[in-house]
């Protein structure tokens, strides 16, 4: 055997240095004889990666020997952040290689900086992919994380005077550290083409254009395990015997690399404008090469280590999730394969394909609920429509035969939408809840939605399938890492550091929440958050805020549902208040800094002029010198993971404000609370549980609830409602010009009536609007008492170890996956 190879160790940071020299000399991007500071990141990060590779190396050798159950993560998104500080981290390597990099003139601070966000991804669904990856590593499940690897993750937003401007981001551009090819793992993948019938009948489909599909893994390291997994992303690719050489060689060069050109852009970029239908037919494809390229792999795993194969053990190996609807193309995937490539018949083919699958729904808005054009979809995936359409046929006939009274709703059940024989679709989710053994909401009030609401027809079909998995999210990267002071003063009272992994521990901090020590104790972290964050804010943004006074933060994608309007209008009505007040008054006032951050879909126009607003706000108050010591606006550019984990630490009071029933869960509420920012929020998505768990008297609640909003909604339609007269003032304030004359029009009158751009005020921002005015005035009042604010501050951290995504996986694992844990010894 070749013996092993010696790595970095915790108390070697010689070795460590040593190793680091190795990589700038013999794995370096760069020219040699220089080792600045862009080097040294490279450096380090192929020295941890030789870590992580052993170890990945390790994991599945003891995975392929034990041969567990394994589970497969489908998601079009992952966004994974930065890696290095959570890498060393988890490996306990980090002052080694604090201390090693100082020996070799450099400052890990400084190093870190030099990583590129990885954004996979749009927002929160794809931020909880990466957090679930790092909790099966860490709980050392055998699983897979399945993406795509997109050239261009989600766009760089530049805010000008015009308002938000995209750029693409390529964060490929000195390549990735982190990511090994697989040139030993790839897979044909297939588009357009026919069906063809054998004289035996059974189905093939041949033809069209065939694609290969190249394997890409970035290890995911465990927390204080030695379990390593991985994330695998496919790149499509045109093998070399498909070049057509021949066309090439007679000067045909266009034609000649046409194929090619097909295959660069389905993996070109994250989410691709659906607007036209080539945008549309590449969505599609994107999502049929990862369900493709990711059953292939999974088949392959399977068939090598069964000698021989009972098809129906297949489930007992195999667990697939699919994340939201966009990996529901591995329902007819799987009965392709196990139909037209195994020779199994239609029943045992449906029963291996339900009893692998679950699916969790993300969203009820109606606008984010994918329906394909079946036209589109028969060209592109003839042999899949073809079983879609099966399986649409035999849910009538069992409709039909089990449920007769449903049999007038039939037609709005169906997967199938025939309603307009124009436009005939696909419902994406009506496949999931028919085909899946599992389908799951992301937040209590979520799921109860799902049941009663959304899908309560299904629901009365098959109950047993609907669960509820509340969400979390990853305490390392959002706590232990992104603030190691706060960190190092939980450890020290609790005693222990064992809360990294076992989070339900932070409850141990209740009993010291009114001690003064503590309270002296935390408040001097958070302020050295505070200050760091500012100092980012000046030295990135340009703009100056006061580490003394309240930080106010809202980031998360800009919406209409999320109501970062709602926010903004307040913020108006503060500074009109604090202009029409003595300098007597304004010295009595709290001073805050209101923070936004979060980016606007390219096409979501009412989304952009919510941005335009803030920045327009943010120039008038913090230039108005009567007003800006006691308060300021800003808008933080380019809201990413990376910024997210400065600004949480940083936050005192964060804003989760969406119109009741509309946010399935929201994740950064958990990570505020568990950094010890207060809440302002309404009865909605996780917001609920956490206000549960961290008691109602540390939460600032506000709003209507999620029953009432239909009422709500129809009341204002009828004109019964009655505006707050505060309210009409602050629109009449913007109307006025007070903040540019930027035509803001669209957003307003979307506040008034039936127009042509709102629905009535359809998220309920004039109904909420004297309710939240009376919930910050709450806000200033208690912040004065700083002993009642630390205290508030420390039960929101004590109450939230529900919120960890080992809970939520470890849920998954049991409760729908049937995964036990593999631990590499
Ligand atoms: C985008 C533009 C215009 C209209 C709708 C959308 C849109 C909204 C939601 C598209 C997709 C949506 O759902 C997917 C999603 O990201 N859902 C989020 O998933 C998180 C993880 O479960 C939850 O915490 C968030 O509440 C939920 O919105």
Same mark, same amino acid.
């Given at each position: 055997?070749?013996?092993?190879?010696?790595?970095?160790?915790?108390?070697?940071?010689?070795?460590?240095?040593?190793?680091?020299?190795?990589?700038?000399?013999?794995?370096?991007?760069?020219?040699?004889?220089?080792?600045?500071?862009?080097?040294?990141?490279?450096?380090?990060?192929?020295?941890?990666?030789?870590?992580?590779?052993?170890?990945?190396?390790?994991?599945?050798?003891?995975?392929?020997?034990?041969?567990?159950?394994?589970?497969?993560?489908?998601?079009?998104?992952?966004?994974?952040?930065?890696?290095?500080?959570?890498?060393?981290?988890?490996?306990?390597?980090?002052?080694?290689?604090?201390?090693?990099?100082?020996?070799?003139?450099?400052?890990?601070?400084?190093?870190?900086?030099?990583?590129?966000?990885?954004?996979?991804?749009? /927002?929160?669904?794809?931020?909880?992919?990466?957090?679930?990856?790092?909790?099966?590593?860490?709980?050392?499940?055998?699983?897979?994380?399945?993406?795509?690897?997109?050239?261009?993750?989600?766009?760089?937003?530049?805010?000008?005077?015009?308002?938000?401007?995209?750029?693409?981001?390529?964060?490929?551009?000195?390549?990735?550290?982190?990511?090994?090819?697989?040139?030993?793992?790839?897979?044909?993948?297939?588009?357009? /083409?026919?069906?063809?019938?054998?004289?035996?009948?059974?189905?093939?489909?041949?033809?069209?254009?065939?694609?290969?599909?190249?394997?890409?893994?970035?290890?995911?390291?465990?927390?204080?395990?030695?379990?390593?997994?991985?994330?695998?992303?496919?790149?499509?690719?045109?093998?070399?015997?498909?070049?057509?050489?021949?066309?090439?060689?007679?000067?045909?060069?266009?034609?000649?690399v046409q194929l090619q050109l097909k295959a660069d852009q389905i993996c070109s970029v994250l989410y691709p404008g659906d607007s036209t239908e080539d945008g549309k037919l590449l969505r599609l494809k994107q999502q049929y090469m990862l369900c493709s390229a990711s059953l292939q792999d999974i088949f392959s795993r399977f068939k090598e280590r069964r000698g021989a194969i009972s098809w129906d053990e297949f489930p007992n190996k195999v667990a697939v999730q699919l994340n939201d609807t966009h990996p529901t193309l591995a329902i007819p995937e799987l009965m392709r394969i196990l139909m037209d490539d195994e020779g199994l018949g239609w029943d045992q083919a449906w029963n291996i394909t339900s009893s692998t699958i679950a699916y969790t729904n993300h969203t009820v808005l109606p606008e984010a609920l994918e329906k394909w054009s079946q036209v589109v979809m028969a060209k592109l995936l003839p042999r899949h429509m073809e079983i879609i359409a099966e399986i649409d046929k035999r849910f009538q006939v069992l409709v039909a035969r089990t449920r007769p009274e449903l049999e007038s709703k039939l037609e709005a059940l169906q997967v199938l939408d025939n309603s307009n024989p124009e436009k005939k679709l696909v419902r994406m989710a009506h496949l999931c809840v028919v085909s899946a053994h599992s389908v799951n909401g992301v937040a209590e009030l979520h799921s109860e939605i799902l049941k009663k609401e959304l899908f309560s027809d299904f629901y009365s079909l098959w109950p047993e399938k609907f669960n509820n998995k509340t969400n979390g999210v990853t305490p390392r990267r959002w706590l232990r890492f992104c603030s190691p002071e706060l960190s190092a003063i939980i450890t020290k009272w609790l005693r222990t550091d064992k809360w990294v992994t076992n989070?339900?521990?932070?409850?141990?901090?209740?009993?010291?929440?009114?001690?003064?020590?503590?309270?002296?104790?935390?408040?001097?972290?958070?302020?050295?958050?505070?200050?760091?964050?500012?100092?980012?804010?000046?030295?990135?943004?340009?703009?100056?805020?006061?580490?003394?006074?309240?930080?106010?933060?809202?980031? !998360?994608?800009?919406? *209409?549902?999320?109501?970062?309007?709602?926010?903004?209008?307040?913020?108006?009505?503060?500074?009109?208040?604090?202009? *029409?007040?003595?300098?007597?008054?304004?010295?009595?006032?709290?001073?805050?800094?209101?923070?936004?951050?979060?980016?606007?879909?390219?096409?979501?126009?009412?989304? !952009?002029?919510?941005?335009?607003?803030?920045?327009?706000?943010?120039?008038?108050?913090?230039?108005?010198?009567?007003?800006?010591?006691?308060?300021?606006?800003?808008?933080?550019?380019?809201?990413?993971?990376?910024?997210?984990?400065?600004?949480?630490?940083?936050?005192?009071?964060?804003?989760?404000?969406?119109?009741?029933?509309? *946010? #399935?869960? /929201?994740?950064?509420?958990?990570?505020?609370?568990?950094?010890?920012?207060?809440?302002?929020?309404?009865?909605?998505?996780?917001?609920?549980?956490?206000?549960?768990?961290?008691?109602?008297?540390?939460?600032?609640?506000?709003?209507?609830?999620?029953?009432?909003?239909?009422?709500?909604?129809?009341?204002?339609?009828?004109?019964?409602?009655?505006?707050?007269?505060?309210?009409?003032?602050?629109?009449?304030?913007?109307?006025?010009?007070?903040?540019?004359?930027?035509?803001?029009?669209?957003?307003?009158?979307?506040?008034?009536?039936?127009?042509?751009?709102?629905?009535?005020?359809?998220?309920?921002?004039?109904?909420?609007?004297?309710?939240?005015?009376?919930?910050?005035?709450?806000?200033?009042?208690?912040?004065?008492?700083?002993?009642?604010?630390?205290?508030?501050?420390?039960?929101?951290? #004590?109450?939230?170890? !529900?919120?960890?995504?080992?809970?939520?996986?470890?849920?998954?694992?049991?409760?729908?996956?049937?995964?036990?844990?593999?631990?590499?010894?």
């Amino acid at each position: 055997a070749v013996p092993a190879i010696a790595h970095p160790t915790p108390g070697d940071s010689f070795g460590v240095a040593a190793n680091i020299v190795y990589h700038s000399q013999f794995s370096s991007r760069f020219s040699p004889f220089k080792f600045e500071v862009e080097q040294a990141f490279y450096a380090t990060a192929a020295s941890v990666k030789d870590a992580l590779v052993q170890r990945w190396n390790e994991t599945y050798k003891h995975f392929h020997e034990e041969d567990p159950k394994q589970v497969y993560y489908l998601s079009m998104e992952f966004l994974q952040g930065r890696a290095l500080t959570n890498a060393i981290g988890n490996l306990g390597l980090s002052d080694a290689y604090a201390a090693a990099l100082t020996k070799l003139g450099h400052d890990l601070e400084n190093v870190r900086e030099q990583e590129k966000d990885a954004a996979l991804g749009n /927002g929160g669904l794809g931020r909880l992919a990466s957090c679930f990856l790092d909790s099966m590593a860490t709980l050392d499940l055998p699983a897979w994380g399945y993406g795509l690897r997109y050239k261009y993750g989600l766009f760089k937003q530049i805010i000008s005077s015009k308002g938000q401007e995209e750029y693409a981001e390529d964060w490929l551009e000195k390549s990735s550290p982190w990511e090994i090819v697989r040139h030993d793992v790839t897979y044909p993948v297939r588009f357009f /083409g026919e069906v063809q019938v054998d004289s035996d009948g059974r189905r093939k489909w041949i033809g069209g254009e065939v694609m290969q599909a190249l394997a890409y893994d970035i290890p995911i390291p465990g927390y204080n395990t030695k379990n390593t997994i991985s994330l695998r992303i496919w790149e499509a690719r045109v093998p070399a015997e498909d070049f057509d050489l021949y066309a090439f060689n007679a000067g045909k060069h266009e034609e000649a690399v046409q194929l090619q050109l097909k295959a660069d852009q389905i993996c070109s970029v994250l989410y691709p404008g659906d607007s036209t239908e080539d945008g549309k037919l590449l969505r599609l494809k994107q999502q049929y090469m990862l369900c493709s390229a990711s059953l292939q792999d999974i088949f392959s795993r399977f068939k090598e280590r069964r000698g021989a194969i009972s098809w129906d053990e297949f489930p007992n190996k195999v667990a697939v999730q699919l994340n939201d609807t966009h990996p529901t193309l591995a329902i007819p995937e799987l009965m392709r394969i196990l139909m037209d490539d195994e020779g199994l018949g239609w029943d045992q083919a449906w029963n291996i394909t339900s009893s692998t699958i679950a699916y969790t729904n993300h969203t009820v808005l109606p606008e984010a609920l994918e329906k394909w054009s079946q036209v589109v979809m028969a060209k592109l995936l003839p042999r899949h429509m073809e079983i879609i359409a099966e399986i649409d046929k035999r849910f009538q006939v069992l409709v039909a035969r089990t449920r007769p009274e449903l049999e007038s709703k039939l037609e709005a059940l169906q997967v199938l939408d025939n309603s307009n024989p124009e436009k005939k679709l696909v419902r994406m989710a009506h496949l999931c809840v028919v085909s899946a053994h599992s389908v799951n909401g992301v937040a209590e009030l979520h799921s109860e939605i799902l049941k009663k609401e959304l899908f309560s027809d299904f629901y009365s079909l098959w109950p047993e399938k609907f669960n509820n998995k509340t969400n979390g999210v990853t305490p390392r990267r959002w706590l232990r890492f992104c603030s190691p002071e706060l960190s190092a003063i939980i450890t020290k009272w609790l005693r222990t550091d064992k809360w990294v992994t076992n989070l339900d521990l932070l409850s141990g901090l209740r009993e010291f929440a009114e001690n003064k020590q503590l309270q002296e104790e935390w408040n001097a972290a958070k302020l050295a958050n505070k200050v760091r964050f500012a100092d980012y804010l000046l030295k990135v943004v340009g703009v100056e805020v006061n580490p003394q006074t309240l930080f106010d933060i809202q980031i !998360k994608r800009i919406h *209409e549902y999320k109501r970062q309007l709602l926010n903004i209008l307040s913020v108006i009505y503060r500074y009109k208040t604090i202009k *029409e007040m003595s300098p007597e008054e304004r010295a009595n006032t709290v001073p805050r800094t209101v923070m936004f951050g979060g980016k606007a879909f390219a096409t979501y126009a009412q989304a !952009k002029r919510i941005v335009k607003l803030v920045t327009d706000v943010g120039a008038v108050v913090n230039n108005d010198p009567n007003v800006s010591p006691h308060l300021k606006v800003v808008f933080i550019p380019n809201y990413n993971v990376t910024v997210a984990e400065l600004a949480i630490p940083a936050s005192e009071l964060s804003q989760h404000i969406s119109t009741a029933g509309m *946010e #399935a869960s /929201g994740t950064s509420n958990m990570k505020f609370a568990l950094n010890g920012s207060l809440i302002i929020g309404t009865l909605d998505g996780a917001n609920i549980e956490i206000r549960e768990e961290i008691g109602e008297d540390n939460f600032f609640l506000f709003g209507a609830r999620a029953d009432d909003v239909p009422r709500l909604r129809k009341e204002r339609e009828q004109g019964k409602f009655v505006p707050d007269p505060r309210f009409e003032e602050v629109k009449d304030f913007i109307r006025s010009k007070a903040f540019g004359d930027f035509d803001y029009e669209p957003l307003l009158e979307a506040l008034e009536g039936d127009t042509g751009y709102g629905r009535g005020d359809y998220f309920l921002v004039g109904q909420d609007f004297p309710g939240y005015l009376d919930a910050q005035d709450k806000v200033d009042e208690t912040y004065k008492n700083r002993a009642k604010w630390m205290k508030m501050s420390i039960l929101s951290t #004590a109450g939230s170890g !529900k919120f960890s995504s080992d809970r939520t996986i470890s849920q998954y694992a049991n409760e729908i996956w049937q995964v036990g844990q593999c631990r590499v010894p």
